[in-house]
């Protein structure tokens, strides 16, 4: 599970993202806001192919 903490500044963001997003195994929730996920390129890509 990941949860955003884009507000806490990008500090090492992306070495973070990547460290969990290649850990996970079988699947990968993510919680967010619309705001947060749309600042994140990778997320965007995630949540776009979606069903809303």
């Keep these: ?9 990008p500090r090492a ?4 993202m990547h460290i969990a997003l290649t850990r996970a195994t079988m699947q990968c929730v993510v919680v967010a806001t619309y705001e947060e996920i749309a600042v994140d390129e990778r997320l965007r890509a995630l949540a776009e192919g979606m069903p809303a």
């Design 1 to 9: 599970m990941i949860v955003s903490e884009l507000s806490l500044g």
């Design 13 to 16: 963001y992306d070495v973070r």
